[in-house]
């Protein structure tokens, strides 16, 4: 890739706005942040075509146009903290960052906690505190949390995932229903969850989300 900030400009002009991604302060954290460097250097070159990537085995970053979507829905604000869950190399939560006052970046993958926090720590963003841990379990003792957001699929989400979200939270993910994958948001209002889905969003499913006894919504 010969100019990455020209591609960086040419995706959201040219994926983004026309997708109906025309928040400012949105775009303008992801015009911030290098995508490409979040990447294996195999991959750089294709870092911002809209697609998933694969960063590690069984993991990727999402592609462009459902994450900035995702983030639209989330409605972050510069006052929230945010819980980041599967952050795998940091992009998402580099992003995030620049949009919310403080992130609890989540990430089971070692080598890709890691990954992040040094990447975090290369491009001088301070208010990311990366925690290694099961994905399904979220991050209890930081929370509760203004907004969660899932970076990947799931096939439901755990109730105690839910009980993290602080009154007026949000929590954003791609649920997967009868192999059909939807954007989806669970809001507390008056301490009760509710949940409904957004557009249509194919991405890669995040580890550890199977539906099973204990997960709603």
Do not use: W
Not at 75 to 81: L, Q
Not at 109 to 122: F, I, M, Q, Y
Not at 156 to 172: F, H, M, S, T
Request: some cysteine.
């Amino acid at each position: 890739m010969s100019d990455p900030a020209a591609a960086r400009t040419h995706m959201i002009d040219c994926q983004l706005r026309p997708n109906g991604v025309n928040d400012e302060r949105i775009l303008a954290a992801i015009a911030d942040v290098p995508r490409e460097m979040f990447l294996p250097k195999a991959k750089r070159a294709i870092a911002y075509v809209d697609e998933d990537l694969e960063i590690a085995e069984g993991r990727y970053l999402v592609e462009p146009v459902t994450f900035a979507r995702m983030l639209v829905a989330a409605d972050i604000k510069s006052t929230d903290v945010v819980l980041d869950i599967g952050c795998a190399s940091g992009y998402s939560s580099a992003v995030i960052a620049g949009l919310a006052d403080a992130v609890v970046a989540l990430e089971e993958n070692e080598l890709l906690a890691d990954r992040a926090e040094s990447k975090l720590s290369a491009q001088d963003i301070m208010n990311v505190a990366v925690i290694k841990g099961e994905l399904c379990k979220g991050v209890p003792k930081q929370g509760p949390f203004d907004v969660i957001f899932l970076g990947g699929a799931v096939d439901a989400v755990p109730a105690k995932l839910v009980k993290q979200l602080k009154e007026g939270g949000r929590l954003v993910c791609v649920k997967v229903e009868t192999g059909v994958g939807r954007a989806h948001i669970i809001e507390i209002t008056d301490g009760k969850a509710s949940g409904r889905n957004l557009f249509d969003a194919n991405v890669q499913q995040l580890p550890g989300f199977a539906n099973d006894v204990g997960f709603v919504f």
